[in-house]
């Protein structure tokens, strides 16, 4: 039976190997034989239709074009916000109930557990380095990334990492969700005791999210170097743009935080599967926390700069206004850098640790807080004023303000020891960082989308459907959160499926907050769907008419090019390295979509 | 060169990560003066340490990143962030640090306390004006470190 | 990178590598960490080969043979920790050792049967 297995996995694998080198074979021919990647698929698509087909999906897969790279980093990113959101649905309507009623305990915790990985690791970081793939090297003046089949790599090891990370959820014998939690606090994560998170599930979970550092880490390797070395010759230090700043920062701390993370998960996989004890006993217990957190909290700023960078960026286009202190932006973004590597035992003020060393945690923690507010009075400034045009991007920078305010008000408190000890896991956590992941980051990357939806698309969005998504989530958002700030000052714990009735109000509230977000998400789905097929094309390469303010950019610029190569159509030669960008990327991609 | 780059200006800039670096310094001070917890060799070093280590990479990336920024602006012509690839876009007048950022350039916001900050940035303006006008980025990018080479090579620079 | 001639520009826009590398690195994982052989096997070469026919795709090689040596080499190690060290998995380091000797005699046979400079693929 054993053996049966083994040659059959053999047999498999092989056949596997011998069909990939086959189809390598096959892919390096048709493209020595074809003058244009993808070329070939676009110029015979309105003959052949859908025969063309598999080549637009082998373009697809083989692409290094920064640009499509990061459109796949954006599909993904979408894919995994719709699950991560509608596992979270789930999980509020079972919330609505003090009792255990529609799911069983274990499978909320199994959502909970999926719902918060797929949205840090499958959602946040991604979506980010979708922007940042199209987008810096188009703002710095650069042909492409520094690497780009490492970017190529670097995406691709996402879907796998997708896979493993909800393998529970799948119909394999014997494998069940993982249900540590994102923390994945051991002794729990490493199996030891009578539950069930010995199981194979757990593993795969792990291995996913190591799958999803190393992506992360390749990822910023290449934009430090593409930013560090691929500037162009007008684009010094002193004019980078504050969006490819945050972009920088935030591929810093992915440099010193994810190999961290990567390594605790290997030693944590071991524990698990090889019998080693690094996190064995209570001394193991406190050593996973610090090493989770030592990257758990520049995770937080990995995902919260370049969301700043991208409101940083959109505000002043819609104020009609430079950026009030540009440098007072950007030497902060430096400065969360650099602390944000600095708070990590914040999170756990309550494990009894030295407290002399809790209170240097708390001082480095206000400490944190005056660059990110220097950000907040940066961006109302520059919005003071100003000539302030209340586009759909706009609103949700405004939104994300807002939020943000909120966000980081509560976290301010929470930094403060005696008022964590009090409101340490309860839902005033969970509603202060949620302010911060769904009321800011989300914000901000539906700003980007937006803002840069003709940029990506050559099409414009629905206006009205843009401002209704952007009320329900705001309104979502605030009556969703508030509310569990207010559970977390009643004392309702985190993580519980069930909770006592006293609580059932405010749950409910939360719930239907949780609704109007989801019928708000729907509304974005259909416009962004609908509008990407079927929406006006944009004429010219300045649709937020950003010229006449003086703060017409260069990724407005190189769409205003392309748009122009694309008109003339005559087989000009004279910007050879344009034509051959938009010939595998873009003009495809329009005839495609 | 230290001095030259680090105008009043770059330092008025630079102030934004001051006042994280002064909360850190007022800790460490609060917990060498007054330890509720008491002196162990080895939590206090932590302590402190935890502090002190935050503050020296924030005081060293902070001049570091100073350091860049403004000697970039004494190099090249300094353009809007995000601007210097937009095809005929006109670097910025004046070399205005503090200024540029502030000024909304089309609306009446002056924004108050501009006025003593102006004065600032018009003396080093003064100062600033020939190099940067002079060397256009776009003839003399080979040299870099040159600036000064850079001001003679390029002047016959026509608006890119 | 960039600034190669002729065909390379258009060459620079597609490659069918990376995917390949991305795919080999999960298989690999999961054959090691559940004992799989042919996982590990299979899921080590794919990488290797992938990673040493890209190097040779965008010219940090002149041919792929030396590098699936590059991987083949760090492979051995490896495998030989997993064995003979405390680390103590002789399964799981012989699959890796066995892959890396599959890369090394690839290379060795593209290198003395290879007809021309440019190999087929």
Redo the contacts between chains.
């Keep these: 039976m054993e053996v049966n297995g083994q040659l059959a996995l053999t047999v498999l694998m092989g056949l596997f190997l011998v069909a990939v080198a086959a189809w390598l074979a096959r892919v390096e021919n048709w493209r020595s034989y074809t003058p244009v990647a993808g070329g070939g698929a676009f110029g015979q698509k309105e003959s052949y239709g859908s025969e063309e087909k598999p080549s637009g999906v082998i373009r697809w897969l083989t692409t290094v074009d920064h640009k499509d790279i990061g459109i796949l980093y954006g599909a993904y990113g979408l894919t995994a916000f719709a699950v991560g959101g509608l596992m979270v649905v789930v999980m509020r309507i079972e919330l609505i109930d003090p009792g255990m009623s529609l799911i069983s305990n274990t499978f909320y915790n199994s959502l909970m557990t999926s719902h918060g990985i797929t949205m840090l690791f499958l959602f946040g970081t991604p979506i980010i380095a979708a922007f940042a793939n199209y987008l810096v090297p188009l703002l710095i003046g650069a042909d492409d990334m520094a690497f780009p089949r490492i970017n190529a790599i670097a995406f691709w090891l996402l879907p796998p990492a997708a896979l493993l990370i909800w393998a529970g959820f799948f119909p394999l014998p014997n494998v069940i969700p993982a249900q540590t939690a994102w923390t994945m606090y051991t002794p729990l994560s490493a199996g030891a005791g009578a539950g069930n998170q010995a199981n194979a599930g757990v593993d795969l979970m792990l291995l996913g999210l190591h799958l999803s550092g190393v992506s992360a880490t390749m990822g910023s390797i290449n934009f430090i170097a593409t930013i560090f070395t691929e500037r162009g010759d007008d684009v010094s230090w002193a004019n980078l743009d504050i969006f490819s700043w945050t972009i920088l920062t935030q591929s810093g701390l992915i440099l010193f935080a994810f190999p961290l993370l990567g390594s605790a998960m290997v030693m944590l996989l071991f524990d698990r599967n090889f019998g080693t004890t690094f996190f064995a006993g209570e001394g193991g217990a406190i050593l996973w926390q610090h090493l989770f957190w030592f990257f758990g909290h520049p995770e937080v700023y990995i995902l919260v700069l370049p969301p700043m960078g991208i409101v940083s960026y959109v505000i002043p286009r819609f104020s009609g206004r430079r950026l009030f202190g540009f440098k007072f932006v950007v030497y902060s973004t430096l400065a969360i850098g650099v602390l944000s590597f600095g708070v990590w035992a914040h999170h756990m003020f309550a494990t009894g640790m030295d407290p002399r060393l809790r209170a240097s945690f708390m001082a480095v923690s206000l400490a944190i807080a005056i660059p990110s507010a220097v950000k907040t009075f940066n961006w109302i400034t520059t919005m003071w004023n100003g000539r302030v045009r209340l586009t759909t991007p706009m609103l949700f920078c405004v939104g994300f303000v807002s939020n943000f305010i909120i966000g980081g008000v509560t976290g301010v408190f929470l930094a403060s020891i005696p008022i964590d000890l009090v409101l340490h896991d309860t839902y005033y956590v969970v509603g202060h960082f949620h302010y911060i992941v769904m009321g800011a980051i989300a914000f901000a990357g539906f700003a980007g989308l937006y803002y840069w939806f003709p940029l990506y698309t050559g099409r414009m969005y629905q206006k009205t459907l843009g401002k209704a998504h952007f009320w329900l989530s705001m309104i979502g958002t605030n009556v969703t959160f508030f509310a569990m700030i207010l559970l977390g000052y009643g004392g309702m714990p985190r993580r519980y499926a069930t909770f006592l009735p006293q609580f059932a109000t405010l749950h409910q509230v939360a719930t239907v907050g949780a609704l109007l977000l989801l019928i708000g998400q729907i509304i974005f789905v259909w416009n962004f769907v609908q509008s990407w097929l079927e929406g006006p094309e944009v004429e010219d390469g300045d649709p937020w008419n950003l010229r006449d303010s003086g703060l017409y950019t260069a990724e407005w610029d190189w769409y205003d090019k392309k748009l122009e190569t694309a008109i003339a159509d005559g087989g000009e030669t004279d910007d050879a390295a344009e034509p051959m960008l938009t010939d595998g990327g873009d003009v495809d991609d329009a005839a495609d979509e | 060169m230290a001095n030259k780059i680090f105008d009043r200006d770059t330092l008025l800039?630079?102030t934004?990560?001051v006042?994280?670096?002064f909360?850190?310094a007022f800790?460490v001070v609060a917990?060498a003066v007054f330890?509720p917890?008491g002196i162990?060799p080895l939590?206090?070093s932590?302590?402190?340490g935890?502090?002190a280590?935050?503050f020296v990479?924030?005081a060293i990336?902070?001049y570091f990143?100073?350091k860049?920024?403004?000697?970039?602006?004494l190099?090249?012509?300094?353009?809007?962030?995000?601007?210097?690839?937009?095809?005929g876009?006109e670097p910025l007048e004046e070399t205005e640090?503090?200024e540029?950022?502030?000024?909304?350039?089309?609306?009446?916001?002056a924004?108050e306390g501009e006025a003593d900050e102006r004065d600032a940035a018009d003396e080093s303006a003064a100062s600033e004006e020939e190099t940067t006008d002079e060397a256009d980025?776009?003839d003399t990018?080979a040299d870099d470190d040159a600036e000064t080479e850079a001001a003679d090579d390029a002047t016959d620079d026509e608006a890119? | 990178m960039d600034a190669e001639p002729g065909l390379s520009d258009q060459y620079r826009m597609a490659s069918p590598w990376p995917v390949f590398v991305a795919l080999g690195i999960p298989i690999a994982e999961l054959g090691i960490i559940f004992g799989l052989f042919p996982l590990s096997v299979g899921g080590l070469l794919l990488f290797g080969g992938s990673a040493a026919g890209m190097a040779f795709e965008s010219g940090y090689a002149k041919t792929p043979w030396r590098g699936l040596f590059g991987v083949a080499v760090p492979l051995a190690a490896l495998g030989a920790a997993f064995v003979f060290t405390a680390i103590d998995l002789p399964d799981r380091g012989i699959a890796i050792a066995a892959a890396a000797a599959i890369l090394a005699a690839a290379g060795i046979a593209g290198t003395l049967f290879s007809p021309t400079e440019a190999p087929e693929y």
């Design positions: 800039d630079l934004v990560n006042v994280p670096l909360i850190m800790f917990f330890s917890f162990d939590a206090s932590i302590q402190f935890l502090l280590v935050p990479l924030l990336l902070t990143a100073g860049a920024v403004a000697g970039a602006e190099r090249g012509e300094v353009y809007l962030p995000g601007q210097a690839g937009v095809r876009a640090h503090g540029a950022e502030l000024d909304a350039g089309t609306s009446t916001a924004v980025a776009g990018n890119n």
